[in-house]
T-cell receptor, first 113, second 113 residues
Framework: ETGVTQTPRHLVMGMTNKKSLKCEQH?????MYWYKQSAKKPLELMFV???????ENNSVPSRFSPECPNSSHLFLHLHTLQPEDSALYLC????????????FGPGTRLTVL | AQKVTQAQTEISVVEKEDVTLDCVYE???????LFWYKQPPSGELVFLIR??????QNEISGRYSWNFQKSTSSFNFTITASQVVDSAVYFC??????????FGTGTSLTVIP
């Protein structure tokens, strides 16, 4: 595997379900990100991890819970989501800071029923 | 107010035409970085270019060129002799000091054969 991978690619869940999105980067980067991409809206930065520590949390509802066990893996745990949370969730990584370009995974298309 | 504005929502051009995608940004920082990304139908954002605020030289890479003008806070992207494979959504992004990273709403480019 190379680059940034995300699983699953598609996910359908009910509002009472609990699920997790997984991201893995094979680039040796130290920073990882979660973004939400909704139709007709700018990409929204949700969380930033640098060296496995969360450095940014952009007022994301607590029903989204990130986890970064090591610099190569990033999870987004989901519970009691709302239909408006349906979107494409993108993971990215970068070498060490915002000045560096981010490399994105293919995303997880989430649908909340 | 939007930090990054891409006023062109959708553009269609005929193959081999030149096309310019506009990007206007807003920041009070003296040190910042600007980016362009391409998102093809597959969904994965592909990094195209990074430019720091102290380097106003225009850049050319094959059929792609970028015009950075601090006086107008613009970072426009031109594709010369467009091809069908250029059809995608293009995002402009701004990174300021700290951990914030802002994307525009994107411009959807369709190149008609």
């Amino acid at each position: 595997e190379t680059g940034v991978t995300q699983t699953p690619r598609h996910l359908v869940m009910g509002m009472t379900n609990k699920k997790s999105l997984k991201c893995e980067q094979h680039l040796g980067h130290n920073a990882m990100y979660w973004y939400k991409q909704s139709a007709k809206k700018p990409l929204e930065l949700m969380f930033v991890y640098s060296l496995e520590e969360r450095v940014e949390n952009n007022s994301v509802p607590s029903r989204f819970s990130p986890e970064c066990p090591n610099s190569s893996h990033l999870f987004l745990h989901l519970h009691t989501l709302q239909p408006e949370d349906s979107a494409l969730y993108l993971c990215a990584s970068s070498q060490d800071s915002r000045a560096n370009e981010q490399f994105f995974g293919p995303g997880t298309r989430l649908t909340v029923l | 107010a939007q930090k990054v504005t891409q006023a062109q929502t959708e553009i269609s051009v005929v193959e081999k035409e030149d096309v310019t995608l506009d990007c206007v940004y807003e920041t009070r920082d003296t040190t910042y970085y600007l980016f362009w990304y391409k998102q093809p139908p597959s969904g994965e954002l592909v990094f195209l270019i990074r430019r720091n605020s102290f380097d106003e030289q225009n850049e050319i890479s094959g059929r792609y060129s970028w015009n950075f003008q601090k006086s107008t806070s613009s970072f426009n992207f031109t594709i010369t002799a467009s091809q069908v494979v250029d059809s995608a959504v293009y995002f402009c992004a701004l990174s300021e000091s700290g951990n914030q990273f802002y994307f525009g709403t994107g411009t959807s480019l369709t190149v008609i054969p």
